[in-house]
């Protein structure tokens, strides 16, 4: 073994060199490769923070090398390899992905780049600093050095701010009493900057409407001291107009519920809460519209109240663009204070729509697949910004696999009525404006589902639903829904099923449970909303509980029997669970992505239950969760499957997952992926069906069925169509000691819309 890690070692020592010599062979007589900059500072012992400063000055060397992976220069390879007179397709594509120009000693610029180094040390106080540079030059390659002589810093005796107009220097001296100037502080033009910006951005929530920060000036003073310190002065610019010197108020309040871009003629207004109502005719009531609105007249003109107000009057739901602009008023000017008048412009989207779409949808409890749904919509209903949507859809289910993993086929029809009102409708008397980023919707649903799966059953479920949801900032949602029924009944079961049914008790009394009545909570925070971030966070958790409500009236009809309610045994229990999902974006245009995902749920039958109803329990294995196994076919636990049981769903009512995956660009819209899958369901209580094969230990983790795949994803502006080829590396069900097992020879092909995680 130490002879071969030699051989290899050798050889790979032995590419590197080789490679590097092709490489070198490219460069043109005259010329060396620029392999980089260095920085060296000497300082005394009064500057500090030298680590930050040096990567600051590190940031402005100019220009950057050539990429080095490994000790090779790949990009620079395909590019030069690209130069031949007949590169071929596959130069041609490594260079347009990843080839790199070559950067040369003769592109370097030292003394441009001496010059903005000591500009950067003087930004931030160190002046009279040096900066020389130097190469060192071999055969082929040359990097450069810049020796930086730093300065002791200028540092700040007192702040103080200079005359200007009243009332602006009273404002200006209130905003100041929180600045980030400290005596000694160093002398900092970025921080002025933050100042300055901060100053501003307080004094238009003051009412300043014309203000700007360029209006501003530091200046320091170092004429009173000898020993580098210095006097700051914030002070107004010569010549700043007037207007900008005065708060403003709003005088006035026009809102223009139906405005149309080509047509501006408006015949009817309507005075409701201090606004005048401006439409042709009630598009929608004043009433209605009015809570949305957060600004007022006789209150100081403030832009974040205008943002509110504009995402909220566009979380409606009715409304295709939201337009507020403001007018002066000149003839109520002032020298202390000067008036708005305040236009909001509202433009509907079209009243009735119909709209066909191909989703993906995957339910821990339900159908997983592509979905065709088509909606029709009208909005503004009752004229307060109202919509219903009644939407029909088919899904279709399935896996293709080979040998043993062949996947069994559903399908899948709906129809459902959703009304939603942008408001909270409650008995109690709840104040809205205590919701300020946005008001809850309150929605109710009524729908009908007809699954039919193949060899096993049909069945037929009904739902209704009350509740809230609002979003409390630009991350976080939630959503309650006090009254969530469902009602599912069998129908058509064939022989095979009946006798899965006979054989497991525990499945048996899942389908018995007919009627769910219940509550939902749900908390989302979702960071992939910062489509530019590096890394992004998302987390869902979800609380489900039932049984306890309809508990109160239930009846018990024979001794020892669940009760009933309406003549229907409920189900009691009490479901959570948790999705955690982080993204690392990196690369160029960010287009490379590492993510991961751990999800976990948990629940417990109790009361009137023995076991969660079927429809509310776990599973796992499919294209939305451990690819590598069959829908529905992983676990639970180390189960194994016999011959009739294998047909039918394994769940449970503890689910445990992860997820990695590596994201890649190919060509175009076709992206690539390499993943890992790891998960299994568990039952708390065996089941007696399952030997107790089902139960989760501590044990748990070396019970998860594992794979590993690779992946083409078809993404069309965010429309993503998924091929996901994996085998499975870690099997449960098989015995201990023969569970690491790649088979690659038995694949799944999982075949879905949208991104698993």
């Not at 780049?113 to 950067?120: S, T």
């Not at 409890?365 to 307060?384: E, I, V």
Request: with cysteine.
């Amino acid at each position: 073994m130490k002879r071969l890690i030699k051989h290899i070692a050798t050889f790979f020592i032995i590419g590197i060199v080789l490679y590097s010599c092709s490489v070198k062979k490219y460069i043109p007589e005259g010329e060396r490769l620029y392999t980089g900059a260095s920085i060296k500072i000497e300082s005394d012992s009064t500057v500090d923070n030298l680590k930050d400063l040096k990567n600051e000055l590190e940031s402005v060397l100019r220009p950057e090398p050539n990429t080095k992976f490994l000790g090779m220069r790949p990009g620079l390879f395909y590019y030069y390899k690209n130069q031949k007179e007949n590169p071929g397709f596959l130069n041609r594509w490594l260079n347009k992905k990843n080839g790199q120009k070559p950067v040369y000693q003769s592109n370097v610029k030292p003394f441009d780049i001496e010059a903005i180094l000591k500009n950067r040390l003087e930004n931030n106080g160190y002046f009279y600093s040096t900066a020389t540079s130097s190469f060192s030059e071999q055969e082929l390659e040359a990097s450069i050095t810049y020796n930086i002589n730093v300065s002791s810093p200028y540092k700040m005796e007192s702040f103080q701010i200079d005359s200007m107009p009243s009332p602006l220097y009273e404002d200006v001296k209130n905003v100041s009493n929180n600045s980030i100037f400290l005596e000694q502080m160093r002398f900092n033009l970025s921080q002025m900057k933050t100042e300055r910006e901060s100053i501003d951005t307080q004094l238009k929530s003051k009412g300043y409407y014309n203000i700007n920060a360029d209006f501003f000036i530091f200046e320091a003073d170092t004429n009173r001291y000898s020993n580098k310190r210095f006097d700051l002065f914030l002070r107004l610019k010569e010549e700043v107009p007037k207007k900008a010197t005065i708060p403003y108020k709003i005088n006035r309040i026009n809102v223009y519920p139906s405005h149309d871009l080509q047509d501006s003629t408006f015949i009817y207004t309507e005075r409701f809460n201090n606004k005048n109502y401006i439409q042709d005719s009630v598009f929608m009531e004043p009433k209605r519209l009015d809570k949305f609105i957060t600004l007022s007249e006789g209150e100081n003109y403030n832009p974040q109240t205008s943002r509110n107000t504009a995402r909220r009057l566009s979380s409606i739901g009715a409304y295709k663009y939201v337009n507020i602009q403001y007018r002066e008023i000149d003839s109520l000017l002032t020298d202390s204070l000067g008036s708005l008048e305040a236009n909001i412009y509202l433009s509907p989207l079209t009243k009735r729509a119909l709209r066909a779409e191909l989703q993906a949808v995957t339910k821990s409890n339900n159908f997983t697949g592509p979905n065709l749904a088509l909606t029709y919509s009208n909005r503004n209903l009752f004229k307060g910004g109202e919509t219903l949507n009644i939407s029909t859809n088919i899904g279709y289910e399935t896996q293709f696999a080979s040998g043993e993993n062949a996947g069994l086929n559903s399908i899948e029809y709906g129809l459902k009525g959703e009304l939603l009102f942008p408001r909270v409708i409650s008995p109690f008397n709840l104040n809205e404006d205590f919701f300020e980023y946005s008001i809850p919707k309150t929605k109710t649903s009524l729908g009908v589902n007809f699954l039919s799966r193949s060899k096993l059953y049909t069945l037929i479920s009904g739902n209704a639903l009350f509740g809230y949801t609002w979003n409390a900032n630009n991350y976080i949602t939630y959503e309650v829904n006090p009254i969530s029924i469902n009602y599912t009944r069998l129908l058509n079961t064939t022989n095979e099923f009946e006798a899965i049914l006979d054989s497991n008790p525990f499945l048996k009394r899942s389908f018995d449970q007919q009627f769910i009545s219940g509550l939902t909570f749900s908390f989302t925070y979702n960071g992939m909303v910062d489509a530019k971030a590096d890394k992004q966070f998302f987390l869902n958790t979800t609380l489900d509980v039932a049984g306890n409500s309809v508990g109160l009236f239930a009846k018990e009809t024979d001794a020892g029997e669940p009760k009933e309610f309406i003549g229907l045994q409920y189900a009691q229990y009490a479901k959570a669970d948790v999705d955690f999902r982080f993204h690392f974006n990196f690369g160029e245009n960010k287009e490379q992505t590492v993510a991961t995902r751990l999800f976990a749920g948990y629940g417990l039958a109790y009361g009137n239950s023995e076991v969660i109803p079927y429809v509310k329990q776990y599973f796992s294995g499919g294209p939305y969760s451990v690819r590598a196994f069959r829908i529905r076919s992983l676990g639970p636990g180390t189960y194994s499957g016999d011959g009739s049981s294998s047909f039918f769903d394994q769940t449970g009512n503890i689910r445990l997952e992860g997820n990695i995956e590596y994201r890649f660009p190919i060509y175009s819209f076709f992206k690539g992926a390499v993943f890992a899958d790891a998960g299994n369901v568990w039952n708390s209580v065996p089941n007696p069906a399952f030997n107790g094969e089902d139960k989760f230990t501590s044990n748990f983790i070396n019970e998860l069925g594992m794979g590993t795949g690779i992946g083409l994803h078809i993404d069309v502006q965010g429309f993503v169509i998924r091929f996901d080829l994996a085998a499975p590396f870690h099997d449960p069900a098989l015995p201990e000691g023969e569970r690491f097992d790649f088979r690659f020879d038995k694949p799944v092909l999982n075949f879905a819309i949208g991104y698993s995680f």
